[in-house]
Every structure is written in structure tokens, then in C-alpha cells.
């Protein structure tokens, strides 16, 4: 199978794309994170493709990759977006997305973000809860326009992933459970300032079969039965992200698998479908790119420390994640058993390990790995946590490369802090 990216080694080198890592990081520096233009265009073209049939909206969910350079590219190639905030709102039109293709989903919209949201003209809010239909009502009329809404349906199902990322289940605060969906259906089918228009399911994310899907849509559409039945003019089903992807050994479905799996359905139900993957599209296109500072041994242990850390990429600490680690350069064989090392970041936590016990090959101060699948939820969940810059970013495209985020600077990490000189001397 091809591996599905477009990073690989040319004479033991690794590339992205037509361009040599190690020429990227001697003009940007480390840690970077690096992303293929083709890789983002490929997946996003794969879901097209798949569900060509019932022309989707595919909304790509901003919060995996938030970088204006990437969502104008994929807005170019006929996306639109996924926003949870006023904050990606802006974003997404900076961007350039037009507003009917952007939809609004989170379970705590502020009043402020809500009426932003109307006056951009947005396509859809994915609603969790009644007050908040009744805030969106409220504010549409005081615009005097209609909103179209969906209501996100919590269909109680295990999507068989990290429990911090499983959203479907009935104890998680996602959603509206089916009961109370269908009665809010019938109570607001006349509210003046929105129109439910359809329902919306994301019941988790890097989920790697169909089968949590099927089961969601069943109890999606059963509620999408009882409201037609007394009037409701739901057109729309929003199928969420959750598309899993290959970090390790995973074997996640094809986008084909999970449209034959889900099609039929959709037909029966005869609703325009939304999709809003984020991982899919960009989790495999980007690595992160950081040097080896020192190597160091301990108790028998071998660690390679470097420039990256748990504020670079925070999955491996904040959920166990597995990301592969390689060396961008050719890897040298070490003597028997002293290859293995924990690639650990510079940051004052245990939690700070990007990688255990990973055979690396022999490795010295300044050769450079590249951590693989973090495209998504890598720069967007970067903090500056002990004072560290957050990374500089670039894409790839052929034999062409550019900055699309430049590193930050230590201004930037005082920038928004006040000294009160009537408090402090
Ligand atoms: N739609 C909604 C309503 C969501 O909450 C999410 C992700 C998505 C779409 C996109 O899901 P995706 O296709 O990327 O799986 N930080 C975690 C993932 C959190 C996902 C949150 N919601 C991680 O690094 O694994």
C-alpha cells in the first residue's frame, strides 16, 4: 500500500514532496512543522470523490489546522469549514471561505459569537442544547433574519477511540439526546428566527471503522422520521469528522469503505449530507521537524532531548499518542541494543516525551527527526508554555516551499501583558 503521504527518502534523505527537509530547516530552523500541499489536496479530493454521488458539503474542521494558508487552499479546492468559535470564524473569512459553506458547531456559544456568526451570513449552527436554540432565535430576530440550524444529536455510541475523543456517548456534554431532539422539533418548529433544517452527528474522532457511523446515522435518522412526521423540514444530515488515519499500525477504513458503508443510508433518508474531517485531510500531510540537542543516559536509559516539546505537539502527553519518529537524515546502525532512545523535549514535565523506546539508529547533537501524522491538532494546540516560541511553519508544494507562519519572537510572549504601574512600583 502507499504510504499516504508525500514524505519519503531520496537516497536516504528525507523529502517532502521535490524538496529536502534538511534544506528547509537551514533556512527556517528547528522545530518546524513542514506540510505537503499534494498530501492536503489528495485527501480532501479522496472524500470528494467518494461521496461525488451526493455532492457534500465537506466542511474541513478548522480546529485540526488553523493556518490561513492551509484553509485557503482548501477552500480553493471547493471546501468549506468547520468553525467552533468567533475566533475561527475569522479566520475562515480571512481565509476567504464564503459563508455558505461555513458552519458553526460548539457546546457553548457566547451571544457575541452567535451574532457575529449572523452577520457574516454562515451556513448552518450545529446546536447542542435548547437554550441555545432560543439565544440563536433571539439574536437572528433582533438582525430580523432566519438562521438555519441543525440539531447535533448525541446518539449514544462507542466509537471505539481514546475516551478524550469519543463525543457520542451519553455521558459526554455533546449533543442533544434523541428524546429530547424530537420534542424540540415539535415545540420550535415556529420559532420566528431559525429554521431546523437538519441534524448533526460527530460522535468522536480517529475512528477507524464504519460501524460507529452506521450505528449513529440509524439513531440520527430515526429522529429525522419522527420530526418529518408532524412537519419538520429537516434537509440536512452533518455527519461530523472522526475519519481515523495510520499514526502506527491502524487500519483505518478508505473513504470508499466508509461511503459504501454509509451511503445506502443516506439514501433511504434522502438528506444533502455535510462532512467536517479535519484529521483526515491534514493530519498525514505535516510532520514536525526538531533537532536532537543532546543525547544522554540514565539509569541504562538512553534519551535523545530535543528542541520540540509537549507545547509543540502535545498529543503524546495529553493522550498517550503514538507519532513515529525518523530521522530526516540516513540512519546510522548502532551497536547491538544502544539504538533504542525516549525522545523527550526540553519542557520541565515528566508528561514532555514525544516518543519511548524507539529504535533511531545512532544519533548525535544536531541530526534532525521528523515526527510523523502532525498535520492536525499539532500547531493548533501549541502553547508558549515555559516561555518556549511556538514553532514556524511551511509548506510544500513540488519543488517550491514557503513560510506560512513565521516562528514567533520573545516580543510575542510579552505582547499582551500589562504592567499596571498604579498597582506595582
Ligand atoms: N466536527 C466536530 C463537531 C468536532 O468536534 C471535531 C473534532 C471535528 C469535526 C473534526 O474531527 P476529526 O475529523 O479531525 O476527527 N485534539 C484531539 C482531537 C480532538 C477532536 C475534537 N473535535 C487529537 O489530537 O486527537
Redesign the pocket.
Known sequence: MRYPHDFHRVNGALYCEQVPIARITAAVGTPVYIYSHRTLVEHLQKLQQAFAILRPLICF?V??NGNLAILRLLVQQGAGL?I?SGGELYKALQAGCPPSRIVF?SVGKSDEEIDASLAAGIFCF?VESEPELEAINRLARRRKTLARVAL?INPDVEAHT?H??A?GKKESK?GIDPKTAVKMLRRHAQLPGVRIAGI?L?I????TQAKPFVQAIQRGGEVIRQGRAFGAPLEYLNL????GIIYKDEQPQTPQQFAKAVLPLLHQLQVRLIL?????IV?NAGVLVTEVLYIKQAYGKQFAVVDAGMNDL??PA??G?YHEVIPTGRVTAARNGQGRYDVVGPICESADVLARDRALGRLGSGQQLAVLGAG??GST?ASNYNGRLRPAEVLVRGTRWAIIRRRETVADLVRHDVVPHQLIR
Do not use: C, W
Not at 468522536?204 to 475512528?207: D, E, L, N, P, W
Not at 461530523?240 to 475519519?243: A, D, N, S, T
Not at 467536517?276 to 483526515?280: A, D, K, L, Q, S
Open positions: 474542521s480546529k485540526a468547520d467552533v458547531a450545529n447535533r481514546h478524550y475523543i463525543t455533546f448533526h460527530h468522536g474522532s480517529q475512528i461530523g469528522g472522526g475519519l467536517e474531517p479535519g484529521r483526515f493530519g502535545l498529543r495529553l493522550y499518542a492536525a491538532y494546540m
